[in-house]
C-alpha cells in the first residue's frame, strides 16, 4: 500500500510524547485564548501538523507490531475489482512487489480446496445486508510450490448513495481492507497433533502389527505425500534387512523381503543409526551415504529412516519412501521421528504378542500332531497335516515331504501342497545330483537353503528355472533324522519372495516338525516289516503245508503225470512267479544228456514247443544247471551274457520272461535227474527264504522222478522176465509136440524133396 506524503514536522520536544503536545497546542487554540486572530490560525495550523505527526507515529508502531506477528495487509477496491497487497503480504505470497490483483488472480492464489468458500465469504462482506466482516482461515499457494495457510481479517467500507428515484438511502460497498497472517506452522501443528490422535487411536484398537502399519502407513502417506511406509527388521549379524510389513498406496512397486545391508547402506550411516540417528536422504542420486544403483533396483529415490536400538543392537527401522526426489521439510522430519519413537513400543509389544499367540498356535498343532502320531492310522493323512504344519508355521507358499529310497539313494515324493500339480512328476524322484535344496540336503544330510534366483543362472538341468516359473524364488529342506541318528527323507518349504529370512523360530519347528515326520516314517516301516513278517511267515506256512500235501501224494503213490503238475503249481507259488517249469533228464540223448519238458505253466505253444528238449549247449538257465550241475539264478535277462543273442534269448523275452532260475534235481545218490526252473516277468532275484523252501520242493521233485524211473524200470524188468517165461513156455510145447511123433519130420521131408521145383 501507498504511504501518503505529508510535510515534514518538528518533532515534539524531548520527554514529552506526540499525544501531550498535541493536548497542549489544542488547549492553546480554544476559545477562552486571549491571543490574536493571526496568533490562533497558526495555533491551528500547529494543532493539525501535530496531528498528522500523531497518526504518522501510530502507523509506524502499527507496522512494527504488524511486521513483528509476520501479517500482511490489503487494500481491495471492490469498484475498480483491484487489490493491493502491501509489500509484507507479497512476501508471503513469494511474489515480486508492487504488484496489485484482480479478484480472479487472487483466487487463482487460493487452494482449490478454499477458493468456493472464500468466495461465498468475500460476497457475505459486501453485500448491503451483510456484517462487513470478513475472518477466514484459508490455504495459498506459494510461489516456491508450497500450499501456506493464512488467517484474513477484512473489514468493508459502504457508502451511503442516493437513488435516482430520489427514495430513501442505500449501502455500496466501495472498499475492503484488511490484514493477512501466516499461520502454517500453527496449523501443520494442528495437523500434526491430529495425525497424532489418529495414530493413538489406531494403535490402541489394533491388536497386530500388520494392521498397525497398514493403518498408520495410509494415514503416514497421505500426510506426508510418499507411496510406501514400511517396518525393517535388521539383523547385522547376518548383514540383512528384512521387510516385516510394508504398506504401500495402490500402483506401488513392490519390494522384497530381505535384502543386505551392506548394498544400500554404509558404514558410517551404520553407526549413526546404532547411535539412533533418524537417516534422512532428499535424493539416492546425489547422497554420498547411499548406492543410488542398489536403490534404484528397489525403485526407491529418497527416504526417511528412523532407527530402534534395543539393548545396544539395531533392531527394527521405521520408513517412509518415495520412488521420486522429495526435499523432505524439517517439520515433516520432525513429525515421522514423532511417530515413529510413539509407533516402535506398541509394534513391539504387538510383534511380542503376535509370536507369542503363533507360538501358543504353533505349539498346540505339534501337539495336535503328536497325537496323531501315536493314533493316525492313516500314514498319509499324517504326512500331508505334517506338509501343512510347516506351511501354516513359516508363511510358505508350499511344501513337501519326500521318503529316501535306501535302494537307489533317491527321495521319492511322498506328500506335497501348494505346487503346480505339473511339477510333481518332474520332482518324484530327487537325487544327490539335483540342484534343489532337497538334493542338497540329501548330499550334505545337513538342513540346505538356497535362494533361488542367485543360483538359477548354474542350473543346467532347468529344474530351478521351473520352480521359479512357478513362483518360487526361496526354498529350505530339512533332513528326516530319526532318533538313531538314521536319515530317513526329507521335508521341504518354499516361499515366493526372494532372500525369504528363515527365523530362529522357523527352523526350530522345523525341527519339530521333521522330527515327527521321522519317527512316522520311522514306525511306519517297523509296522510294514512286521507286516511283511507276518505276511511271509503266512506264505511260509501255506508253503510248507503246500509240501506236506505233496510228500503225502508221494507216499500215497498217486499219478506221476498229476504229481508233476503240482509240482510245477508248487513251484510257481513258492517263487511268486508267472512262470514254471520242470524237466526230466534223459541221458542216452547227446554227449551229456538232454531235458525233456514234462510239466510247465505259464509258457504259450510256441515256447513249448521250443524248450520241449533243452541240452547243455543251449543257453537258457536250465542249460547252465546241466552243464554246471548246480543252481543257475539270472536276475534280468537283458544283463545275462551267456543268452544274449541268441535264439533261445529272444524266445525268453517273446514268452515275456526277464529273469529266471533253474534247480538241478539230483537223487540222494548224486545223481542228475532232471530241472526245476522258474521264471518272472520282471528283473528278480529269490530271497534265501524262497530258495530254502525251493530245495525241499526240488528234493521232492527228484524222489518222484527218482521212484517214477524205479517203477518204469521194475515194470520194465516184470514185462520181460513175463516174456521169457511165454517163449520158454511155448518152446517146450513144441519140444513136446515133436517129441510125440518122431517120424513127422522125416515124412515131410522126403514130400518135400519128391517136389518137381526141387529137382
Known amino acids: 500500500m501507498n504511504e501518503p506524503s505529508v510535510p ?44 498528522l505527526e500523531f497518526l504518522r507515529e501510530s502507523e509506524v508502531r502499527l507496522r512494527l507490531a504488524l511486521d513483528a506477528a509476520d501479517m500482511g495487509t490489503f487494500l481491495c477496491t471492490i469498484r475498480d475489482d483491484r487489490c493491493e497487497p502491501d509489500r509484507r503480504l507479497l512476501a508471503l505470497l513469494g511474489l515480486p512487489p508492487d504488484r496489485t ?48 495457510w493464512l488467517s484474513i481479517a477484512g473489514q468493508t467500507a459502504f457508502k451511503e448513495i442516493a437513488p435516482e428515484s430520489g427514495h430513501g438511502r442505500t449501502r455500496r460497498a466501495f472498499q475492503m481492507a484488511g490484514v493477512a497472517a501466516d499461520i502454517t506452522e500453527r496449523k501443520r501443528h494442528e495437523a500434526d497433533l491430529v495425525l497424532l490422535d489418529q495414530i493413538a487411536d489406531d494403535c490402541a484398537r489394533l491388536s497386530s502389527a500388520e494392521d498397525i502399519i497398514e493403518t498408520v502407513g495410509l494415514r503416514i502417506g497421505a500426510y506426508l505425500q510418499a507411496p510406501a511406509v514400511g517396518l525393517a527388521y535388521v539383523d547385522e549379524s547376518r548383514d540383512e534387512i528384512s521387510i516385516v510389513h510394508m504398506w504401500n498406496q495402490a500402483g506401488a512397486p513392490t519390494r522384497p523381503d530381505v535384502v543386505r545391508l551392506s548394498d544400500f547402506l554404509g558404514a558410517d550411516v551404520r553407526r549413526s543409526a546404532m547411535a539412533g540417528e533418524t537417516l534422512v536422504v532428499h535424493d539416492t542420486d546425489s547422497d554420498p551415504r547411499t548406492d543410488a544403483e542398489a536403490h534404484a533396483a528397489l525403485q526407491v529415490r529418497s527416504f526417511i529412516s528412523v532407527p530402534f536400538v534395543r539393548g545396544g543392537a539395531w533392531k527394527y527401522s521405521l520408513g517412509v519412501f518415495d520412488s521420486r526426489p522429495h526435499r523432505w521439510r524439517h517439520h515433516e522430519i520432525s513429525l515421522f521421528r514423532r511417530i515413529a519413537d510413539r509407533l516402535f513400543a506398541r509394534l513391539e509389544h504387538a510383534i511380542a504378542e503376535q509370536a507369542v499367540a503363533s507360538d501358543l498356535r504353533d505349539t498346540q498343532l505339534l501337539r495336535d500332531l503328536s497325537v496323531r502320531l501315536v493314533s493316525e492310522s492313516d500314514t498319509q493323512a499324517f504326512f500331508d497335516a505334517i506338509v501343512a504344519a510347516a506351511i501354516s508355521t513359516t508363511g510358505a507358499k508350499a511344501g513337501c515331504l519326500q521318503l529316501l529310497d535306501g535302494g537307489t539313494n533317491e527321495l521319492v515324493l511322498l506328500a506335497h ?55 518360487v524364488r526361496f526354498a529350505q529342506s530339512t533332513p528326516l533324522t530319526t532318533r538313531a541318528g538314521h536319515m530317513v527323507g526329507v521335508l521341504s518349504t518354499h516361499w515366493s519372495e526372494s532372500r525369504h529370512r528363515l527365523s530362529e523360530r522357523e527352523r526350530r519347528f522345523l525341527d519339530m516338525l521333521a522330527r515327527q515326520a521321522a519317527e512316522m516314517i520311522e514306525r511306519r516301516r517297523h509296522e510294514d516289516a512286521l507286516r511283511e513278517s507276518e505276511r511271509r511267515l503266512s506264505v511260509e506256512l501255506a508253503d510248507t503245508q503246500l509240501l506236506q500235501r505233496l510228500s503225502a501224494q508221494l507216499i500215497e503213490g498217486q499219478g506221476s503225470g498229476s504229481l508233476y503238475e503240482t509240482l510245477v503249481d508248487a513251484a510257481k507259488s513258492i517263487m511268486r512267479s508267472g512262470f514254471a517249469s520242470m524237466q526230466m533228464l534223459h541221458p542216452g540223448r547227446g554227449s551229456s544228456g538232454e531235458l525233456r519238458l514234462i510239466a510247465s505253466r505259464g509258457f504259450d505253444e510256441a515256447a513249448r514247443r521250443h524248450f520241449e528238449w533243452v541240452g547243455a549247449d543251449n543257453h537258457t538257465s536250465c542249460a547252465q544247471a546241466l552243464k554246471t550241475g548246480s543252481r543257475v539264478i539270472v536276475p534280468d535277462l537283458l544283463e545275462c551274457e551267456f543268452s544274449a543273442g541268441t535264439a533261445d534269448h529272444a524266445a525268453l523275452l517273446a514268452a515275456g520272461i526277464r529273469a529266471s532260475h533253474s534247480t538241478p534235481l539230483v537223487s540222494r545218490a548224486g545223481k542228475m535227474l532232471g530241472m526245476i526252473s522258474t521264471h518272472w516277468t520282471t528283473p528278480r532275484e529269490p530271497s534265501d527264504g524262497d530258495l530254502r523252501l525251493f530245495d525241499i520242493l526240488a528234493r521232492q521233485a527228484a524222489d518222484l522222478i527218482e521212484r517214477t524211473q524205479s517203477e518204469d524200470a521194475l515194470r520194465r524188468s516184470e514185462s520181460q522176465l513175463k516174456e521169457a517165461d511165454r517163449l520158454k513156455d511155448e518152446f517146450l510145447a513144441t519140444l513136446a509136440h515133436e517129441l510125440r511123433n518122431p517120424l513127422a519130420p522125416l515124412r515131410t521131408s522126403l514130400e518135400l524133396i519128391r517136389l518137381p521145383d526141387n529137382t
Request: proline share 5%; glycine share 6%; aromatic share 4%.
Open 417 to 471: 501342497h501348494g505346487f503346480d500339480p505339473r511339477l510333481a512328476p518332474r520332482f518324484a524322484r530327487v537325487n544327490t545330483s539335483s540342484p534343489t535344496s532337497c538334493g542338497r540336503a540329501l548330499s550334505s544330510g545337513l538342513r540346505a537353503v538356497i535362494n533361488l534366483d542367485d543360483e538359477a543362472g548354474r542350473d543346467a538341468t532347468g529344474s530351478l528355472r521351473l520352480l521359479i516359473d512357478a513362483g
Open 101 to 148: 490483483f484482480t479478484r480472479a488472480e487472487i483466487l487463482a492464489l487460493i487452494h482449490p480446496d478454499d477458493r468456493a468458500r472464500t468466495t461465498e465469504a468475500f460476497v457475505r462482506a459486501t453485500v448491503p445486508e451483510g456484517t462487513g466482516t470478513l475472518r477466514e482461515e484459508i490455504r495459498v499457494l506459494h510461489a516456491d510450490g508450497s500450499v501456506r
Open 8 to 51: 515534514r514536522v518538528t518533532r515534539q520536544p524531548a520527554g514529552r510524547s506526540s499525544r501531550e503536545h498535541l493536548l497542549s497546542s489544542l488547549a492553546r487554540s480554544s476559545p477562552d485564548h486571549t491571543h490574536a486572530n493571526t496568533e490562533k490560525a497558526a495555533s491551528e495550523n500547529d494543532a493539525f501538523l501535530l496531528a
